[in-house]
């Protein structure tokens, strides 16, 4: 008995020792890049009451654990440099290595900022070409939570090698290496996406609440989980014959049938679900900005008319959520491809949120693929993205997007539409296509265009008197029109 009183002392003993050490988030790790010009936040956890010391850059910061062991301290802000050592003392000793100071991008969305490296376009050329000691990459785990958790489900900050980047989101690795060269400072990247996924689950509760008028979120939730028990049993039906069919095709010697994806098979699509796991625990790290790429999950007829206002409130949810203030937020639009859903709304949703101060769109309409959802040209994309970090976040003075339709002036039996930035405004290969015109019954018909200036002159005889003009109105649009930087023109549609 008194043998068993002794072990389980020990045993007690042990974890109170493990318990009282000094643990730091996964985000704070060894390789991290942490943000420029800010003051650098380390936070943990330790025994309630326990004293902690830390060394960065020649400064050093106490704190004490409270009563539910949590502390946190900041270091002055510094300019970019590196490589530096981050030492953290408690009860136990941690030191943090190679940690550079820079710009620290989070990139999120769903599938296609998910793309990695090794999937985009050359992949033979571009993967061993990714040596960017200087470009440091954190990936999350996909996860989904009811609440909002301390910590994110990762490994840890890893060099950019092309081990690492080809497992990579490739709109990311492109952005972060157009910063970079272009900046000649560290560059951190956080990879926090998955596939599928709608803006739903990427904004918290209280970013949904604040706004009733996006309650149909929750409606919309009650329908899915509502259908759950008729759809559970045939997803593991789908699962078994699938799992049958990879064990036969392994058999013969055949090469295994794809994976059966559906949406939602792990309740991704939960309101606030990966905010909760993706984000939040992310919030207490600073960061320059953020990238994202996302909306198709959203273009079905149930969601796609809530998008501008839904993706709007996401954005000022994640700013409040940060405490930065208007943190730079750059978005793509939905590239070109055919499919029934409502992709030319979703695309003007897209647009209509630049009037939030701090946003940049990187137009993809030219570099789709007619029947993959998931366009290879990934390089051009995360080009444009860094094109509006570069102009908006840093101040260059460069072109960094296509024309934006800003007006439309009737002109007897034509339509004039006016563009910002459009300098050198011209079509490639013919005249200017996707051009359509409607009178006030709204009935369109395809048009004919001729570049005037920055300015495009649009008619048809059949629509004497036309009211409305709209431009690469459909999934899958003949769009050729742009500036003199090679940036394409936004789709667009006057009167809305």
Request: proline content about 8%; some cysteine.
């Amino acid at each position: 008995m008194r043998r068993l009183t002794s072990l389980a002392a020990l045993v007690l003993l042990c974890a109170l020792a493990a318990w009282a050490d000094i643990t730091l988030p996964a985000v704070l790790a060894g390789h991290m890049v942490v943000q420029r010009g800010m003051p650098v936040h380390v936070w943990g956890k330790a025994a309630p009451g326990e004293a902690v010391s830390a060394e960065f850059r020649g400064a050093t910061r106490t704190a004490k654990a409270n009563d539910d062991g949590l502390w946190s301290l900041y270091f002055p802000a510094g300019e970019a440099g590196g490589p530096f050592e981050l030492k953290l003392q408690g009860a136990n000793t941690i030191v943090l290595e190679d940690v550079l100071v820079g710009d620290v991008w989070v990139a999120s969305g769903q599938s296609n900022m998910e793309l990695p490296l090794k999937s985009s376009a050359d992949p033979e050329v571009e993967v061993p070409a990714a040596k960017f000691p200087r470009i440091r990459l954190f990936h999350a785990n996909n996860k989904v939570a009811d609440y909002p958790l301390d910590d994110i489900d990762a490994k840890t900050w890893t060099d950019c090698t092309p081990e690492t980047a080809a497992s990579f989101s490739a709109v990311a690795y492109y952005f972060g290496r157009h910063l970079q060269e272009k900046l000649s400072v560290p560059i951190g990247l956080i990879e926090a996406a998955w596939g599928g996924t709608p803006a739903d689950s990427w904004i918290s509760l209280h970013g949904i609440s604040r706004d009733p008028a996006l309650m149909p979120v929750f409606a919309e939730w009650s329908r899915i989980t509502g259908a759950y028990n008729v759809w559970r049993p045939r997803r593991q039906k789908r699962l078994r014959e699938w799992n049958e069919a990879v064990a036969r095709a392994k058999a013969e010697g055949k090469e295994a049938p794809p994976y059966p994806w559906e949406g939602n098979s792990d309740g991704e699509w939960q309101p606030a679900g990966l905010f909760n796991s993706m984000i939040a625990p992310l919030t207490p790290f600073p960061i320059r900005g953020a990238i994202w790429y996302q909306g198709e999950s959203n273009a079905g007829s149930e969601r796609a008319p809530l998008y501008a206002r839904l993706f709007q409130a996401m954005i000022r949810d994640w700013r409040r959520a940060w405490g930065q203030g208007d943190f730079p937020f750059f978005f793509v639009q939905l590239a070109a491809f055919k499919t029934g859903a409502m992709w030319p709304e979703v695309r003007e949703a897209q647009h209509q949120t630049l009037s939030l101060t701090n946003t940049g769109m990187a137009v993809a309409i030219d570099i789709g693929d007619p029947v993959d959802i998931h366009p290879k040209n990934k390089k051009e994309v995360g080009r444009r993205l860094a094109l509006a970090a570069l102009a908006i976040s840093h101040g260059e003075r460069i072109e960094y997007s296509g024309p934006m339709f800003r007006q439309a002036t009737a002109e007897g039996g034509s339509i004039r539409v006016s563009f910002d930035h459009a300098a050198g405004l011209a079509a490639k290969n013919g005249p200017p296509a996707g051009f359509e015109v409607a009178g006030a019954d709204r009935k369109f018909v395809s048009a004919d265009a001729v570049v005037e200036g920055a300015t495009i002159l649009v008619s048809n005889p059949a629509v004497p008197a036309p009211v409305y003009v709209r431009y690469g109105w459909s999934d899958y649009p003949p769009c050729n029109l742009y500036n003199s930087d090679g940036l394409p023109a936004s789709p667009f549609r006057s009167g809305e």
